[in-house]
C-alpha cells in the first residue's frame, strides 16, 4: 500500500526515480501474498499505469514493461483459477460452464488491450494524443480489475450476467481516438486536481462493473456517497461524467423522472465542458428517457436529431453506436418494424470488426430483430437469425441460460407464424424447461405459456389451448396490474379461442376489452392493436353484423403501415 501511495503522489520528488524502482518494490511485497495483492490492488496498479504515463511519458521499452506489469496485476493465471472455481461452486447448473467461458473472454480481451497496448508504446512521446490514448487505457484496465474483484464470489444474478458483463467492455482499439469516448474524463490542467479527479473516475469505472452485473442498489448508494466530492471539486467533465453514471443508476432501476433529471444535468455540464461525446449520448439516452416515461410523442421527435448528430461521429465509434442503438430501441417502442430492421442493418455494417463479436449482452436486442423481420412477413430471414441467435447465445452463455429461453420464446412466436406448429411448441416447451431449472416465477414464464397457448390453438386444439390463455390473462394482472399492453393480448387471444370453440358472445366480450385496452396503451399501427381489430371483424362476421366487422376491418388496414405487407393482406382476406 505504502508503495501504491508514493507511486501515486502527484509530486516528482516523492515518486519513485524510476519504473524499475517501483516495480521491484511491488515484486517484494507481492512475493508472501500474490494472489492477495492482485485483488487488493489491481485497480489501482491501472489506474497507477495510466497516472505515471501521464505524469513521465516515458520511451518504449519502459512504456511496454509498464503495460505488462499492470496487466499482470489486473488479470493472470492465479486470478483466472479462482474465478473459474468460484463458478463451479455456485448454484447455477450452468456455473462451472461459465466460468469456463468468462476466463476464455477475459483472455481475448486482454490479449487484444495488450496488442493495443504495446502499439500505444510505439507513438512519439511528442504525439499530443499519447497521453490521451494512454490514458484511455489504462481506464479499460481499471475495468477489467473492477470486474474481476466483482466476479471473485458470483451470486445466481452475477453467474447469469458475467458472460454479458465482460461482452460489455469497450472494445481496446476504441482508445485510438479517445475523444470520441463517451465516459473520456480529461484530467484538469491544474496539478491540485488532477489526483482526486482520477480517483472518482475510478470509482465510477468500478460502479460501472456492478451496473453491468445488475447490482442496482449498490450502484446507487456508490453515486450518491460520491456527490458531494464531485460539486465539491466543479470540473465540468468530471460533473458530466458523474451525472451520467446517476442516469444510468436510476435508470436500471425504473427511477425515470430521476434518471430523466440527471441526463439535463449531464448535457449542461457535458456542454460546458466541451464533451462532444458525451454530450451525443446523453442526448441519445434522453429521447430513450423520455420514451420510457410515456412520452413517446416527445421521443419520436428526437429520432431525425439523432439521425443527423450520428454524421457527427465516426461510423462505428462508441458514440455512433449509442445513437443508433437508441434510434433503433425509439422505433421498437413505436414499433416500427421496418426501420428496427433499417438501423440494425447498419449497426452490423459499422461494428462487423469488433473483437466481441458474438455480442452476447446484445442478444435479446437482436431478437427483436427476429421479431420485426417477421412482422413484416420475412418469415425465412426471421427463422434463420433466430435460429442463429439461439446457437450463439448457447455457445457464449450456454444451453440452459435464461436469456437463450427468451430466445426459444421469440424463436416459437417465429414458428406459429410460420404454421409451424410442432416447432413452435418444441420451442416453447424449451423455454419453459430452462425457466423453471433457473428462475422462480415470473413473467417470463407467463410469456411461455401464452406461446404454448397461440401455438395450440393454431394446432386447431382449442380446448387445450383455452385455459391456458385465461391464466395467462389472470397472472399478467396478478404481476402488473392492468396497465400493461400485453393483459390485452391475453385477452384478445384467449376470445380467439372462445370464437373457434363456437362462444361468440364470450369472444365478443373479451375482444371489446382487447380492442378498449390496446386503443389506450398502444401506438397507432402497432402489430397487436391490428391484429385484435381483425379478430373483432372475424367476431362480428360470424354474428352476421357485417357493417361491424367492415368497420372493424377498415380501422385495422387504416392503421396499419404501408410496410407491414403481411398483416394488410391479412385484414383485406
Known amino acids: 500500500q505504502r508503495a501504491l501511495q508514493r507511486g501515486l503522489s502527484m509530486a516528482p520528488e516523492r515518486r519513485h526515480p ?96 495488450s496488442a493495443e497496448r504495446r502499439s ?69 490542467a491544474a496539478p491540485e486536481l488532477r489526483e482526486p479527479v482520477a480517483g472518482i473516475v475510478a470509482e465510477l469505472t468500478e460502479s460501472s462493473t456492478l451496473q453491468y452485473l445488475g447490482k442496482r442498489a449498490e450502484v446507487l448508494r456508490r453515486v450518491a456517497a460520491l456527490r458531494e466530492r464531485v460539486a465539491a471539486l466543479d470540473y465540468p467533465p468530471l460533473t ?33 465542458g466541451r464533451r462532444q461525446a458525451l454530450w451525443i449520448g446523453a442526448l441519445s439516452e434522453y429521447a430513450y428517457s423520455l420514451a420510457a416515461a410515456g412520452y413517446t410523442g416527445k421521443a419520436d421527435a428526437f429520432i431525425p436529431v439523432l439521425e443527423a448528430a450520428s454524421g457527427w461521429v465516426a461510423p462505428g465509434s462508441e458514440s455512433r453506436q449509442g445513437l443508433l442503438r437508441s434510434t433503433m430501441s425509439l422505433h421498437e417502442r413505436g414499433w416500427r418494424p421496418a426501420e428496427v430492421v433499417k438501423v440494425h442493418a447498419q449497426l452490423e455494417r459499422e461494428t462487423s470488426g469488433q473483437w466481441d463479436r458474438s455480442r452476447p449482452h446484445l442478444l435479446r436486442h437482436e431478437a427483436r430483430v427476429a421479431v420485426a423481420l417477421r412482422d413484416l412477413g420475412r418469415i425465412a430471414e426471421a427463422t434463420r437469425l433466430i435460429e442463429r ?48 431449472n433457473v428462475a422462480p416465477p415470473s413473467s417470463h414464464l407467463t410469456d411461455v405459456l401464452e406461446a404454448e397457448g ?47 370453440l363456437g362462444d ?12 378498449a385496452h390496446f386503443d389506450a396503451t398502444l401506438p397507432a399501427g402497432h402489430t397487436l392493436r391490428c391484429a385484435a381489430l381483425d379478430v373483432q371483424g372475424s367476431v362480428a362476421s360470424r354474428r352476421g353484423d357485417l357493417p361491424a366487422a367492415r368497420a372493424a376491418l377498415e380501422k385495422s388496414l387504416a392503421l396499419r403501415p404501408l410496410s407491414e405487407p403481411s398483416g394488410r393482406a391479412a385484414s383485406l382476406e
Request: aromatic content about 4%.
Open 504 to 515: 361468440l358472445k364470450g369472444a365478443e366480450l373479451l375482444i371489446q376489452r382487447a380492442v
Open 120 to 188: 500505444m508504446c510505439k507513438v512519439p512521446a511528442e504525439d499530443p494524443l499519447r497521453s490521451a490514448r494512454m490514458q484511455c487505457s489504462s481506464e479499460q484496465l481499471a475495468l477489467v480489475s473492477s470486474l474481476t474483484k466483482a466476479l471473485r464470489e458470483p451470486d445466481e444474478e452475477t453467474v447469469d450476467r458475467a458472460v454479458s458483463a465482460v461482452s460489455r467492455l469497450p472494445a481496446p482499439q476504441e482508445c485510438q481516438q479517445p475523444e470520441d469516448r463517451i465516459l473520456h474524463v480529461p484530467l484538469p
Open 240 to 272: 458530466a461524467r458523474y451525472s451520467f453514471a446517476v442516469y444510468g443508476a436510476h435508470m436500471s432501476a425504473g427511477q425515470v423522472a430521476e434518471a430523466t433529471s440527471a441526463l439535463e444535468i449531464t448535457l449542461r455540464a457535458a456542454a460546458q
Open 389 to 436: 441467435l439461439i446457437a450463439e447465445g448457447e455457445a457464449a452463455l450456454g444451453a440452459d441460460h435464461p436469456d437463450v429461453a427468451l430466445t426459444y420464446l421469440d424463436a416459437s412466436w417465429i414458428a406459429a407464424s410460420a404454421w409451424k406448429i410442432d416447432s413452435a411448441l418444441r420451442s416453447a416447451r424449451r423455454a419453459e424447461q430452462i425457466l423453471r
Open 454 to 500: 397461440v401455438a395450440l390453438y393454431l394446432g386447431a386444439d382449442y380446448e387445450a389451448a383455452e385455459p391456458i390463455h385465461a391464466k395467462v390473462a389472470a397472472e399478467r394482472a396478478e404481476f402488473h396490474g392492468s396497465k400493461l399492453s400485453m393483459i390485452g393480448l391475453s385477452w384478445a387471444n384467449q376470445g380467439d379461442t372462445r370464437l373457434a
Open 18 to 113: 524510476d519504473m524499475g524502482a517501483l516495480l521491484r518494490e511491488l515484486q517484494r511485497a507481492a512475493r508472501p501474498r500474490r494472489l492477495g495483492l492482485i485483488v487488493a490492488t489491481g485497480g489501482a496498479l491501472a489506474l497507477l499505469a495510466g497516472a505515471l504515463v501521464v505524469a513521465r511519458r516515458e520511451g518504449p521499452p519502459s512504456c511496454e514493461a509498464e503495460g505488462a506489469a499492470a496487466l499482470e496485476s489486473a488479470w493472470n493465471r492465479a486470478t483466472g483459477d479462482h474465478l473459474e472455481a468460484a463458478f463451479a461452486r455456485s448454484k447455477r447448473t450452468y456455473g462451472a460452464e461459465t466460468g469456463r467461458k468468462v476466463r476464455a473472454a477475459l483472455d481475448a480481451y486482454t490479449t487484444a488491450w
